[in-house]
């Protein structure tokens, strides 16, 4: 079994940054992939960033220049740093592992960006 955790939102200005945190635990695979997702309300979840074990990056069109995914490997952790956020941007963001075709989700954090 794998439980991801993650945490870090919050609310922002227009303009301001947050850095987002996921700490997977239990049964991890040397080789995954991690990432993060979104859903405003109203919307489908979507990918904003993916990152491979080998450190394979991959955003979503909108995010490029502005979002920053990372990880730790030693720590299982993945994180996303999100600069010049725009109000567009408010969600619920969603930590996410794959291995071996499966997939495990967190629980959510919430990020809204209002002035």
């Known amino acids: 079994q794998v439980q991801l955790v993650d945490s870090g939102g919050g609310l922002v200005q227009p303009g301001g940054s947050l850095r987002l945190s996921c700490a997977a635990s239990g049964n991890i695979f040397s080789i995954n992939v991690m990432g993060w997702y979104r859903q405003a309300p109203g919307k489908q979840r979507a990918m904003v960033a993916m990152i491979s074990s080998g450190g394979s990056t991959n955003y979503a069109d909108s995010m490029k220049g502005r979002f920053t995914i990372s990880r730790d490997n030693a720590k299982n952790t993945v994180y996303l740093q999100m600069n010049s956020l725009k109000p567009e941007d408010t969600a619920v963001y969603y930590c996410?592992?794959?291995?071996?075709?499966?997939?495990?989700w967190g629980q959510g954090t919430q990020v809204t960006v209002s002035s």
């Open positions: 996410n592992l794959v291995q071996k075709s499966n997939a495990y």
